[in-house]
């Protein structure tokens, strides 16, 4: 069965240094999203993607994060200047299509900024 | 604003004994609602949707919920709990607004005891 895969499964980073997360979501999808968790809380919405823009994001998703399709296949998340409070796990999901379809999630990225 | 209420932080059951795991939503629009289970170090895996078509919902691994728009409710049950159940369990809405943005409840951790 086709799954969302995530690279790597934990990063750690200094506080100010930009960190990159890969996803691959599954092939025949057209939407992309990011999500992230920050211990103890609720998983949170940041960023959803289709036709190679943006479509939606949350007040989370300020200037210092961006999202990429930069191929075919790959969808990223990168965090320019990562702070403390940026420590969370974050879950790539994907979907083909409607508002009420499936989000297949991949099993995240635990980001450890130091 | 919408959001989404799980009652209950940690449920404990026995091994065999029925499971209930409670959710409440609060939206202006009709919703369609998911359970998502995660199991450690895995991702968030569909247990069923509802989206109006009938109220109960069936979903995997004998889980099954039902909306009660009255009381706006989405509680899910299990009539006999296994031991692989063990996981934490995720309300979660995407309000019929066209947004995809999911909203999560803060997640039920299911402890299943031989």
């Known amino acids: 069965e086709p799954e969302v895969t995530q690279t790597p499964s934990h990063q750690v980073t200094q506080m100010g240094q930009e960190v990159i997360l890969r996803c691959v979501p599954i092939s025949n999808h057209l939407y992309f999203y990011w999500y992230r968790q920050i211990l103890g809380q609720k998983v949170e919405f940041l960023v959803s993607f289709y036709n190679n823009e943006i479509s939606e994001k949350s007040e989370i998703f300020d200037d210092q994060f961006s999202v990429e399709r930069p191929d075919g296949s790959n969808f990223t998340l990168k965090i320019r200047s990562t702070k403390l409070e940026d420590s969370a796990m974050y879950f790539c999901?994907?979907?083909?299509?409607?508002?009420?379809?499936?989000?297949?999630f991949g099993p995240g990225t635990r980001l450890t900024v130091t | 604003a919408q959001s989404v209420t799980q009652l209950d932080s940690h449920v404990s059951v026995s091994e065999g004994t029925p499971v209930l795991l409670r959710c409440n939503y609060s939206s202006s629009y009709s919703p369609s609602l998911f359970w998502y289970v995660q199991h450690p170090n895995k991702g968030l895996q569909l247990l069923l949707k509802?989206?109006?078509?009938?109220?109960l919902v069936k979903g995997i691994n004998g889980f099954e919920a039902e909306f009660k728009k009255s009381e706006t409710s989405f509680h899910l049950t299990k009539p006999s709990a296994h031991m692989s159940d063990a996981a934490e369990y995720f309300c979660?809405?995407?309000?019929?607004?066209?947004?995809?943005?999911?909203?999560f409840g803060s997640g039920t951790r299911l402890q299943v005891q031989p």
């Open positions: 509802y989206t109006s078509a009938a109220t």
């Open positions: 999901a994907s979907t083909w299509g409607t508002s009420d379809s499936i989000q297949y």
């Open positions: 979660v809405a995407c309000m019929d607004t066209g947004r995809r943005a999911l909203t």
